[in-house]
């Protein structure tokens, strides 16, 4: 199919959903599935699901458009699978967990994580040339070996965790509504605090290497 547009109805299963669109594929109705499959778009990519969801296979955009996946009321859980797209935003409401076992790349757009519990990233990398931004009803654990340029603005109401591998430029309002430590770590890198800042119950910052600077 060239393009997927749902205007209606639900795709439901207690399997796998998978597929592929020549340009975008809009699939936003009140979905319930168990497990998001391999989909290939060349194109923007939009799903949502009415509960809990996992994405098992790779969902790409071919670097074409911005890849959007929300579970509304439900956990998010990016577990043997990854996402990848000119952008990625990954969405979960209610007090419910995001899970990142699998590669999110946002290539050269913004990485945008929301969720109304905790983010748990337990595997993969978070990877953007531009921006990681996001938020947590609760805490945010953020600690693989990421990639990624700048972060953005962040909001939690609880600790704060964020490791990078390599340089780390701070350019949003890192905050944990003083509920929590704010820890940052660039390893091997520059960490620089520059257009952002960085607010907690308690802040670490932390760049290791021979050569590599601290900036505020």
Known sequence: ADTI??????ISGSGTLTGSAGSTASLTGNNTIANL???T???????????NLAVTGAVTTTNNGLASITATAGTLNVSTGSVAGAGVTL???GANTMTLNGNVNGNAGTVTLNSGGNINQTGGVINTSTTLTG???????LTGSNTV???GAFTTNGAFTYNNAGS????GAVSTTNNGLASITATGGNLSVTTGSVAGAGVTLVDTGAGNDLTL
Do not use: H, I, M, R
């Open 91 to 93: 969405a979960n409401t």
């Open 135 to 141: 938020s947590a009803g609760t805490t945010a654990s």
């Open 5 to 10: 547009n749902q205007t209606g109805g639900v």
């Open 168 to 171: 780390l430029n701070v350019t």
């Open 149 to 151: 340029a700048n972060l």
């Open 41 to 51: 778009t060349n194109g923007a990519f939009t799903y949502n699901e009415a509960g």
């Open 37 to 39: 499959g391999a989909f």
